[in-house]
């Protein structure tokens, strides 16, 4: 019986993550998106500012699953 809720367990944690993690991408290729300079006016720090704020929740997301703490939910702003 045990090893059927691992299954159940799995099965769901994949399917949920794999969901999340395709919506992640999609929403980066969209951001992407915002590179077109005949649509969008930026400078170097907006795109370092960017740039730093997902790396660094990457790296909490990656600190979260090494180590089991909790997540904390970060904010961007300019």
Same mark, same amino acid.
């Given at each position: +019986? &045990? *090893?059927?809720?691992?299954?159940? *367990? ?10 999340? /993690? ?9 951001? &992407?998106?915002? &590179? ?10 907006? /795109?370092?500012? +960017?740039?730093? &704020?997902? *790396? ?23």
């Amino acid at each position: +019986m &045990a *090893k059927s809720n691992q299954n159940i *367990k799995r099965n769901r944690f994949t399917n949920v993550a794999g969901r999340r /993690v395709q919506k992640v991408l999609d929403t980066l290729d969209s951001l &992407a998106k915002c &590179a077109n300079k005949n649509n969008y006016d930026y400078d170097d720090e907006d /795109v370092t500012k +960017m740039l730093k &704020a997902l *790396k660094e929740k990457v790296k909490s997301i990656e600190l979260v699953y090494t180590t089991n703490s909790k997540s904390t939910k970060n904010t961007f702003k300019f």
